[in-house]
Structures are given as C-alpha cells and as structure tokens.
C-alpha cells in the first residue's frame, strides 16, 4: 500500500491489487471505481474487506478532473478488458461509487470503439450513490461557480439539467445490477439513484462522500455480489 500512496502523491495513476488467501478464495474478481475528486485510496477499506471474503479485488483510478465522462468511460472500458484477459476463466464483478456508476454505463453500453468489452463476462455490478439522474449541486456550481466548469470537466455533465450529458448515459444488457442510495445523500438526490433495468436498490444510513468506508456499505455490497440480493432473509 506505500508504494501506492507513494505514487498518489507524484500525482501519478494509483491502481491496485489484493488477492485472497488460496483457503478464503472465491475464484471470482471484483473491480471498484472509484468517484468524483477521489482516488483509488479511498476504496482501500472496501477493498480490504472484499479481499478478507474472497475477491481478487482490482482498483482502479483516474484522475476525475482532466476529461469528459466519454473520454473517462472509453479508459475504463480498456481497463476491464484488461482484467477480463488477466482473468480468463473467472467471473468479474464492478463495484462503483458516484461518477464511476455513469462511467461504467459507458464502458458497458457504448461498446462500438476498440477494445470491445465482452459484458458477458459480467457477472454483478454495484452502485454507490450512482448520479443516473444527475446532480442539483453539480448543476449549482456550474451556474453559480462556472470557473469549476473548467477546473473540473465532467462537473456540467453531471448537472441534472435536462441537457446535460449523464442523461445520455447508454443503457446495457447482462450484468445484475443493485443500487445502494445514502439516506442523508445532499449531493446525489435518492430519485437520481435509479437506474433503468437495474435488479434491486437499497438505502443505507449515510451521506454521500464517505459511504465507502461505511462497514453497512461493505456488508451491502457483499450481500448482492455474493447472493444477487441485499435481502437478509
């Protein structure tokens, strides 16, 4: 984990790797996308967590600021080719959070570009506070703050404005998807949490930035990879 950090202070990419001990092994692999001004270090406890209940876990970072949510989502569409080809024989789940929700509808459902991504090797994918519907306060400090526009790229796509680019985030077939809102979210609004063809949603006691660290998150997210539900019973 130094190294990783290390590198996160160089500003340079942070990915990172956890596989299970061989007596806790799933044989199944989970890949978190983290969201908006985060890194990959924030996902380092779910991360940690999945890892103890048998997920090979892939992490993968970006740096939010610097592109459009297209450009951002044709970059992680490579990246899950390349753990899909690491991973031949194993099935491969997403965990997101925020932004990288709208990134995977991306990856996933505009898939006409090189690499294509076989989404059938898609088992199950969370979402964490998913934008689907945009966000009013995305929307606030373009109007208000537009020199955040330009700071912060993907900032006025994410705006729930009805011409802003997340409401033309494609549609995709396959994986099972569960959606887990934050009941005190001020930044995602609970009915922008919902997502076309999506399988369950939930809500969890939280707000929006620091669900991921949130133990009933990770209980939650494991419940639905493992099971296909957030149902206890």
Same mark, same amino acid.
């Given at each position: 984990? /130094?190294?990783? /950090?290390?590198? !996160? ?18 044989? %199944?692999? @989970?890949? /978190? ?9 924030? *996902? ?10 048998? #997920?090979?876990? !892939?992490?993968?970072?970006? =740096? ?11 970059? &992680? ?17 997403? @965990?997101?959070?925020? &932004?990288?929700?709208? *990134?995977?509808?991306?990856? *996933?459902? +505009?898939?006409?570009? $090189? ?12 979402? &964490? ?17 537009? #020199? ?9 796509? &994410? ?13 995709? %077939? ?12 001020? %930044? @995602?609004?609970? +009915?922008?949490?919902? #997502?076309?063809?999506? =399988? ?13 660290? *949130? +133990?009933?998150?990770?209980?939650? @997210?494991?419940?639905? /990879?493992?099971?296909? $539900? #957030?149902?206890?019973?």
């Amino acid at each position: 984990m /130094l190294d990783v /950090l290390a590198k !996160y202070l160089k500003g340079e990419k942070c990915y990172f790797y956890m596989h299970p001990k061989p007596k806790d092994d799933r044989h %199944e692999v @989970v890949v /978190l996308i983290h969201g908006l001004i985060r890194r990959s270090v924030d *996902l380092y406890p779910m991360s940690k967590f999945l890892c103890k209940n048998g #997920f090979t876990v !892939y992490v993968y970072d970006y =740096k939010t600021s610097t592109k459009g949510i297209v450009a951002h989502g044709d970059d &992680l569409r490579e990246y899950l080719c390349k753990v899909i080809t690491e991973n031949p024989e194993t099935s491969v789940n997403i @965990v997101t959070h925020s &932004l990288g929700g709208i *990134l995977t509808r991306y990856a *996933l459902g +505009k898939n006409d570009k $090189t690499p294509i991504l076989d989404v059938s090797r898609i088992k199950r994918i969370v979402m &964490l506070a998913p934008p689907h519907g945009g966000s009013k306060v995305a929307r606030r400090f373009v109007k208000y703050l537009p #020199f955040t526009g330009r700071w912060v790229k993907p900032l006025a796509e &994410l705006s729930d404005a009805k011409d802003s680019e997340v409401h033309s985030a494609p549609l995709f %077939e396959g994986p099972e998807v569960g959606v887990v809102a934050a009941k005190y979210d001020k %930044e @995602v609004l609970l +009915k922008d949490t919902y #997502f076309h063809g999506m =399988k369950e949603h939930c809500i969890i006691k939280s707000e929006h930035s620091f669900m991921v660290y *949130l +133990k009933s998150a990770h209980e939650a @997210v494991l419940r639905f /990879l493992t099971t296909g $539900t #957030f149902k206890t019973d």
